[in-house]
């Protein structure tokens, strides 16, 4: 069979073109998002909060509402109860981060087995982009459009607020808020992650196209392109992967873009550690 | 005379822990202020101070007259930061930093028109750093990076600018720079405060000198303050090797 044919065969399917189309889109807009979490540090944050939204989608499940809604509450709730632990007690940042998440995943888990619906642990936790519905599809591209929208407009705001908060906050810049935005955009984010990856995979569409690019380029303006592509070609090929070889999206999708990192980690024009060698 | 920093009575105090108590400074327009101390003397929780980083517990600060919030929305304060507090390796040439330094004055997206672009422009010719102006931030030397930030505010076109250990890591030509651009923006009526435990660059070109140690110790013409009994106050009662051998 010709590449061609290879690459055509899967798109009589209907559900083989939505998901297509849903990864792209999905791995398009986190990977914009990756460039601020790896410049920020905050893929520990991103960990958290993927993981901290599961009671929300149960509830909101059980409560007939869209799920994102949930998601976001719980993912924002998470991020707000991380803060304030932080800012009255003594522990370090990252002890509670891990604490907070665990504790609003197990809360999750319990009300999974505790609801009677028919909802499907498995499919949160590792995803199914394959049998996405029609309604998700619906969301999933409200949530995308209102992340580009949001990063774009604020896209110099934020990057201020990476590189150096002390100069934003002395020119009059509200970063208090800019810190909140940054956060709501990476829960719903997460929301539209976990709708490929799932739960546990999503902070990987969340760093790792951001890591990449960071390796390849100097530049912020290249580094959000080569991240976005990067992130649509991994989730691309990572559907096509798990279609010829019958095994889990999710796994694929994120593999790819491992395999992408590990591409640039060796042989990145400047930071790779092989060129890095020779010069 | 014009007062660009008035801080009265100031106290900050972080969970109980007191980082500054009663301080009080007044720093006309035009003058060069060398902030000095030891480590965890406060210095740097005053300059969290003047930029609205924390909120004093008691005390009042104003910068042009105006409360700090409402000064920094004028752009009237410039911090130019240590070389530690930044990521050297972050993904922005030079021209986008100094830049950064036009974000208040801008629209909510952040378009530069051609006024931002000519502000940019003259503060990089400034500090000599227009030929690298495309450079990405991490291809500077230590001292080119300290330019490119007293660039940014020098673009930002502040009255108070507040430098945090300047002269840390700095080659000759740029301390040399640094010097003549402070004695061109004190002529032009700003007014510099400058965190620093480089006891020599105090006395070679600051006007005045703040001794601070959880308080203000001292304060006034450099001469009067950098006595031994000061600065040994200063320093704890033991002044470092250096600093009793510059003051006999």
């Not at chain 2, 005379?1 to 006309?28: F, H, K």
């Not at chain 2, 923006?185 to 140690?213: E, G, W």
Request: charged share 15%; net charge positive; proline share 3%.
């Amino acid at each position: 069979m010709s590449v061609v044919a290879l690459l055509l065969e899967p798109l009589r399917h209907d559900f083989m073109v939505r998901a297509l189309l849903i990864s792209a889109l999905v791995g398009g807009v986190c990977g914009l998002l990756s460039c601020y979490m790896t410049l920020k540090g905050w893929a520990l944050m991103g960990d958290a909060v993927s993981h901290a939204v599961l009671p929300g989608v149960v509830l909101a499940y059980a409560l007939g509402l869209p799920f994102s809604l949930g998601a976001f509450v719980f993912g924002v709730g998470s991020v707000a109860t991380i803060g304030f632990v932080k800012q009255k007690s003594r522990i370090k940042e990252d002890t509670v981060i891990g604490l907070v998440f665990t504790g609003f995943f197990a809360l999750g888990l319990v009300l999974v087995s505790k609801t009677r619906s028919n909802i499907d642990l498995t499919q949160i936790l590792f995803g199914n982009v394959l049998g996405i519905s029609a309604a998700d599809i619906q969301q999933t591209w409200m949530i995308c459009l209102v992340v580009v929208a949001l990063l774009l407009l604020f896209r110099r705001d934020l990057l201020l607020f990476c590189f150096d908060p002390t100069h934003a906050r002395s020119i009059g810049i509200n970063t208090g808020l800019l810190h909140y935005l940054l956060l709501s955009v990476l829960s719903l984010a997460a929301v539209a992650g976990l709708q490929t990856v799932g739960i546990i995979l999503v902070v990987a569409m969340l760093v790792t196209p951001g890591a990449t690019a960071y390796l390849l380029t100097d530049r912020f303006d290249r580094m959000t392109w080569l991240a976005i592509g990067s992130s649509v070609l991994s989730s691309l090929l990572g559907v096509y992967l798990s279609y010829w070889t019958d095994s889990s999206t999710a796994g694929c999708i994120v593999l790819v873009q491992t395999g992408l990192f590990l591409m640039a980690f060796l042989l990145a024009p400047r930071h790779g550690i092989l060129c890095r060698r020779s010069s | 005379m014009t007062i660009r920093i008035a801080a009265e009575q100031l106290c900050v105090d972080y969970n109980g822990s007191v980082a500054l108590y009663d301080a009080s400074l007044t720093l006309p327009a035009g003058c060069i202020c060398g902030m000095v101390g030891m480590n965890g003397a406060g210095k740097s929780t005053l300059f969290k101070a003047l930029t609205g980083f924390v909120r004093p517990s008691r005390g009042r600060i104003r910068i042009n007259g105006l409360k700090v919030a409402e000064a920094q929305r004028e752009q009237a304060v410039a911090y130019v930061p240590q070389s530690e507090g930044i990521d050297c390796d972050f993904p922005v040439s030079v021209w986008d930093v100094v830049m950064m330094g036009r974000y208040g004055s801008m629209n909510l997206l952040r378009i530069p028109r051609q006024s931002d672009r000519l502000a940019v422009r003259n503060a990089l010719e400034r500090v000599e750093l227009l030929d690298l102006r495309d450079r990405p931030l991490s291809a500077l030397s230590g001292g080119q990076r300290k330019r490119a930030f007293l660039a940014r505010a020098i673009a930002q076109r502040a009255s108070v600018l507040l430098l945090d250990e300047p002269f840390n890591g700095v080659d000759v030509r740029t301390e040399k720079l640094m010097a003549e651009l402070f004695l061109q923006l004190r002529s032009q009526a700003c007014t510099i405060l400058i965190s620093t435990h480089d006891l020599s660059h105090v006395r070679d070109f600051c006007d005045l000198v703040v001794l601070i140690n959880k308080t203000v110790l001292a304060y006034g013409e450099t001469s009067e303050v950098f006595t031994p009994e000061n600065l040994s106050q200063a320093f704890g009662g033991l002044p470092p090797d250096v600093l009793r051998g510059q003051t006999q």
